[in-house]
């Protein structure tokens, strides 16, 4: 599955801004999507994941309560909602997929997604 990531930019701190992971593949609802980020100098962490239909999520601590993940299968998209961002939430952000059909499940690590994106820039003024 081929995956591209957009919405990134430029955003004043408290200010709010989506992200969007589309993909080719039409059994996409068959995949888990996660998102992770990377900021300059820094290894790449977790940010989210959602499982095939949507019902379960997972977040990283530190976005706990300011960003939330969701996806339209109907559109073989998966979006991240992001509020309250902060300086520190500057990064490249990625989205990536892993096969997990029949199972409905998120993911934490990395090396667990074998598909990713090119990544979408945010940026957050203080």
């Known amino acids: 599955v081929q995956l591209q990531a957009s919405g990134g930019g430029l955003v004043q701190a408290g200010g709010s801004l989506r992200l969007s992971c589309a993909a080719s593949?039409?059994?996409?609802?068959?995949?888990?999507i996660g998102w992770f980020r990377q900021a300059p100098g820094k290894d790449r962490e977790f940010v989210a994941s959602?499982?095939?239909?949507?019902?379960?999520?997972v977040y990283a601590d530190s976005v706990k309560g300011r960003f939330t993940i969701s996806r339209d299968n109907a559109k073989n998209t998966v979006y991240l909602q992001l509020n309250s961002l902060k300086p520190e939430d500057t990064a490249l952000y990625y989205c990536?997929?892993?096969?997990?059909?029949?199972?409905?499940?998120?993911?934490?690590?990395?090396?667990?997604?074998?598909?990713w994106g090119q990544g979408t820039q945010l940026t957050v003024s203080s």
């Open positions: 959602i499982s095939r239909s949507g019902r379960t999520t």
């Open positions: 593949d039409r059994t996409f609802s068959r995949y888990t």
């Open positions: 990536a997929a892993v096969f997990t059909y029949p199972r409905e499940m998120t993911m934490r690590g990395l090396w667990e997604y074998n598909y």
